[in-house]
């Protein structure tokens, strides 16, 4: 696949013209999810970022981190391309509900909404714990992973992206593609937090308009998300999250 990551910006480009993201991440107990999600989604060409809390110590953290980042309380009449909702949020109430959207890119506890979120193309980014509790077995072995990501792809109608090694994202029609450039370094706390941002960060500025163009976009912030894993491998030992966000910047450019 094409791995220009960043959609090439025209001259008479604004704000608004490429990709704007809402996000819905973090609580009490994981606030740092939020910062890391946020900070993915910084990173993945979307001119405008909201981020929606009624959490003051996340919504705190968010401010001194990134003060180009719009923070609201609400989501009613928000008008967005992509939203992307759950990272570092176990717990949603059952009647939530967004305006509609393009996209949307679900983690944690929002992926058990994906049949009725109010978005065209749905996104949900589960490890293989995560997908149990959704009520799927993941079978054995990189072709076992495949056939459950796409048996998940299918029952939900959404793109699946299992996360592990070599992620697996499927779409409900039967395309599956396979990350082969992930190392070990991105098994640590957080990594999928940034993920999630910046997949719904480069969906909204790519505006792909098929399930297809859609996988390739998901599939070009994975590889990002990858590369800037390994480069940061090469120069620190261990590795945390926030090494993956300092480097992905360095990476994605390319």
């Not at 809402?22 to 999810?33: H, K, L, V």
């Not at 910046?198 to 500025?205: E, W, Y």
Request: proline content about 5%.
């Amino acid at each position: 696949m094409n791995q220009k990551f960043l959609r090439k910006l025209p001259r008479d480009s604004h704000k608004y013209s490429h990709g704007t993201v809402a996000i819905i991440a973090g609580s009490p107990e994981y606030s740092g999810a939020a910062v890391l999600c946020v900070g993915g989604a910084r990173r993945g060409g979307s001119g405008y970022i909201n981020f929606i809390s009624h959490d003051d110590l996340t919504r705190n953290l968010i401010a001194s981190a990134y003060p180009d980042v719009v923070l609201r309380r609400k989501v009613k009449e928000l008008r967005v391309d992509a939203w992307v909702i759950g990272p570092g949020s176990p717990k949603l109430r059952r009647r939530f509900k967004i305006p509609r959207s393009k996209f949307a890119v679900l983690d944690a506890g929002a992926m058990r909404y994906a049949r009725r979120i109010n978005a065209e193309i749905v996104v949900i980014t589960p490890h293989e714990g995560e997908a149990r509790k959704l009520g799927f077995d993941i079978g054995e072995g990189e072709e076992g992973r495949q056939q459950s990501a796409q048996e998940m792809a299918e029952k939900l109608g959404c793109i699946v992206v299992l996360k592990g090694q070599h992620t697996v994202v499927a779409a409900p029609d039967g395309l599956v593609v396979v990350d082969d450039l992930a190392g070990p370094e991105l098994a640590t706390a957080g990594t999928g937090d940034i993920l999630a941002g910046l997949i719904g960060s480069m969906l909204a500025s790519w505006n792909p308009e098929t399930i297809h163009e859609a996988v390739v976009v998901v599939f070009k912030a994975i590889s990002a998300h990858a590369l800037a894993g390994r480069a940061a491998a090469m120069e620190l030992n261990p590795i945390t999250s926030s090494d993956i966000l300092q480097y992905l910047p360095i990476t994605i450019k390319q």
